[in-house]
């Protein structure tokens, strides 16, 4: 027998069970100490954020190496959720945004879940950080095909303009932009301008800077006057004065009644109950009261009243009605 040969063979034996052994995963002894930081601790809906995790003996050295720590959130995913220290103590992962907004709380445990620590990651803006937005147009009445501009001040959550060159999302729901992603300047404006088109309505605007709530402003779209008569009753009134009433009915190119028309009045004779500007109805009548007296009838035969509206093209609608003296 080979003595020898079977000696070294039970010395292979005895060192198998050895070398087949995993080394046992260090544990974090009690009265360790976590440490969990996020870098940055401020990111988009769908942005990254590296997450360290320091770990300490209680005497101040570092948890041994391959010690494991287990992290968990509340929003959003982790790279990994079972991590190991290095030497120094330290393991890093990384954290995504998921697309909801609000604080994630990132919480890192050792031990067992003796030993915690918890660290928070705004994601996406809070109602305090986030911009605001004023949107105004100028003028907020327009007949079709007119035109009107839109200014939009942008201010940071501390109150200053937002840097210059931030993109202006603007909306409408009636009429179109020049240009609908201006620019801001350097104090925090934008402006475009609305082109109404043919379409009467109410042009609701809308615009959004960043992660701003969306501000609204409204235009009032005036179908086009293109024609305008006077009536006046009675249309013909006694030498000692009365009162007449003055109806003005303004049209479009189709003949249909012009809602929100402005009609001025006049006349030769006579006050006028209003003497500003009355807006025509939804069937596209305006009216005024023409009181006269019969001081200033004296050798009057006769009188013109006159109601004045503004076309699509801006020019004014001129029409007149004689009033008769008996």
């Known amino acids: 027998m080979n003595y020898r040969l079977v000696g070294l063979l039970l010395l292979v034996l005895s060192l198998l069970p050895a070398v087949g052994c995993d080394k046992a995963t260090p544990v974090a002894p009690n009265g360790a100490i976590l440490t969990i930081s996020a870098n940055p601790s401020k990111i988009g809906l769908t942005g990254r954020s590296t997450i360290t995790v320091v770990g ?3 005497d101040g050295n570092a948890l041994n190496p391959g010690t494991e720590v287990r992290l968990s959130t509340d929003k959003g995913t982790l790279d990994a959720s079972i991590l190991q220290v290095d030497s120094r103590g330290e393991a890093t992962t990384t954290f995504h945004g998921d697309g909801r907004s609000g604080d994630a709380k990132i919480t890192a445990m050792t031990g067992g879940g003796m030993t915690m620590a918890t660290t928070t990651i705004q994601v996406g803006e809070t109602s305090t950080t986030k911009p605001t937005v004023l949107v105004t147009a100028s003028p907020n009445s327009i007949p079709v095909e007119g035109s009107s501009t839109i200014t939009v001040i942008a201010r940071n959550s501390d109150g200053s303009p937002v840097s210059e060159g931030q993109v202006v999302i603007l909306t409408t729901t009636l009429g179109s932009f020049t240009d609908s992603r201006p620019k801001t300047l ?12 043919k379409q009467a309505g109410t042009a609701e605007i809308t615009a959004i800077v960043g992660s701003s709530d969306a501000a609204k402003t409204q235009i009032t779209i005036r179908d086009a006057a293109t024609d305008l008569s006077i009536q006046a ?3 013909t009134v006694p030498s000692t004065g009365g009162t007449i009433t003055l109806t003005a009915f303004v049209a479009n190119s189709l003949g249909q009644a012009v809602q929100g028309a402005p009609v001025t009045f006049s006349s030769e004779r006579g006050t ?6 009355v807006f025509t109805d939804t069937t596209g009548v305006a009216t005024n009261k023409l009181t006269v007296t019969q001081s200033q009838l004296t050798n009057v035969v006769f009188f013109d009243a006159t109601a004045k509206t503004p076309s699509g093209t801006g020019t004014l609608i001129t029409r007149s009605v004689r009033i008769n003296v008996e």
Do not use: F, I, M, Q
């Open 272 to 277: 006028l109950e209003t003497t500003g500007v």
């Open 56 to 58: 300490r003996k209680p």
């Open 233 to 235: 009753n009675p249309s």
């Open 186 to 197: 350097a104090d925090g404006t934008a402006t475009t301008t609305l082109n109404a088109g």
